[in-house]
């Protein structure tokens, strides 16, 4: 029997895991979960072979899989399984055993140290250029701001009461006692405003 010639973008599990630049096994583990869809992404094909078809199961990688600063890809999101089916030792023919085993768990381990160390990286960064700040730091800033907001305000009466008293009416009085309290807020604000700029 001659072997058929695959049509263009078909490729097998370890071909496609070379080409994403990941072991073979994460590309079955995408099948086992759901994340590569058994049908789209992953069909027979009439030699009675199973490939991945490269652009849909290019696609759905790229929906659950990010990679991380080390080049390795890490889970976006937890799907439920639906490709029970696939076989693991159908491409490998591996046996599984607890070498593996420990083989696959250490190195889901490194994954996780390194995505946890490029967080650490990450928020230090953000913290050291401001985009982050400490608790502490924040409450502090609060404290001054609404310490100078009590103090603008309370200066109002003793800057503004001969005015007021002056006045004619009571809703005189009202306007200038308003109109006070809205200058001082206004001169608050472009404090702030300054500041941040």
Avoid: C
């Amino acid at each position: 029997m001659t072997k058929q010639p695959l049509p263009d973008g078909y490729l097998s599990v370890r071909r496609y895991a070379k080409e994403k630049g990941v072991d073979h096994k994460a590309v079955l583990n995408a099948l086992k979960t759901g994340k590569i869809k058994k049908g789209t992404g992953y069909v027979t094909h009439t030699d009675g072979r199973r490939y991945i078809v490269r652009t849909i199961a290019d696609k759905e990688w790229a929906e659950n899989y990010q990679y991380t600063g080390n080049g390795s890809p890490m889970l976006l999101q937890t799907l439920p399984i639906s490709n029970a089916g696939v076989d693991e030792d159908e491409e490998d023919g591996d046996t599984g055993g607890d070498d593996d085993a420990y083989k696959d768990a250490l190195k889901k381990a490194r994954t996780t140290k390194s995505i946890l160390d490029a967080r650490l990286t990450q928020l230090e960064y953000e913290t050291k250029s401001g985009a982050v700040v400490s608790k502490a730091q924040a409450e502090r800033q609060l404290f001054e701001m609404g310490k100078r907001i009590r103090e603008s305000i309370l200066r109002v009466p003793d800057r503004e009461i001969d005015t007021i008293l002056a006045a004619g009416t009571r809703n005189q009085a009202r306007e200038l006692l308003y109109d006070a309290l809205e200058a001082a807020l206004l001169e608050l604000s472009d404090i702030e405003r300054q500041k941040v700029l």
